[in-house]
């Protein structure tokens, strides 16, 4: 398994940017591709971007598809997702999640095996 933990999420307003990051630790760290999932009141988790393990690819929901950017450093063992232009319905808590077993991307929350605490992002109309 492998511990993941998330920093970076406050209280913003729309059209604003925030980025977030995960540090993980306890599996060597180009052997799974990451994920950020968010879950906002009320509703299921949803798959919000994947990074390939070796970094070569990802894949965006199409909610945030250009306004979001995720990418890792394998020097630091963190994934990060850069969030522009910011919207109120953009506001859940933030997962970031490893996947171990998948041959691609993942594109779904059935896919990530080991899950962060989660981070609060809120954005105010």
């Known amino acids: 398994q492998v511990q993941l933990v998330e920093s970076g999420g406050g209280l913003v307003k729309a059209g604003d940017s925030l980025r977030l990051s995960c540090a993980a630790s306890?599996?060597?760290?180009?052997?799974?591709?990451m994920g950020w999932l968010r879950q906002a009141p009320g509703k299921e988790r949803e798959f919000v971007a994947a990074?390939?393990?070796?970094?070569?690819?990802?894949h965006y929901a199409a909610s945030v598809k250009g306004r979001f950017t995720i990418s890792r450093d394998n020097a630091k063992n963190t994934v990060y997702l850069q969030m522009n232009s910011l919207k109120p319905e953009d506001t859940a808590v933030y997962y970031c999640?490893?996947?171990?077993?998948?041959?691609?991307?993942?594109?779904?929350?059935?896919?990530?095996?080991?899950w962060g605490q989660g981070t609060q992002v809120t954005v105010s109309s």
């Open positions: 999640a490893a996947a171990f077993s998948v041959d691609g991307i993942p594109d779904a929350p059935s896919y990530f095996g080991s």
């Open positions: 306890g599996r060597t760290w180009n052997t799974y591709s």
């Open positions: 990074i390939y393990r070796s970094g070569s690819g990802t």
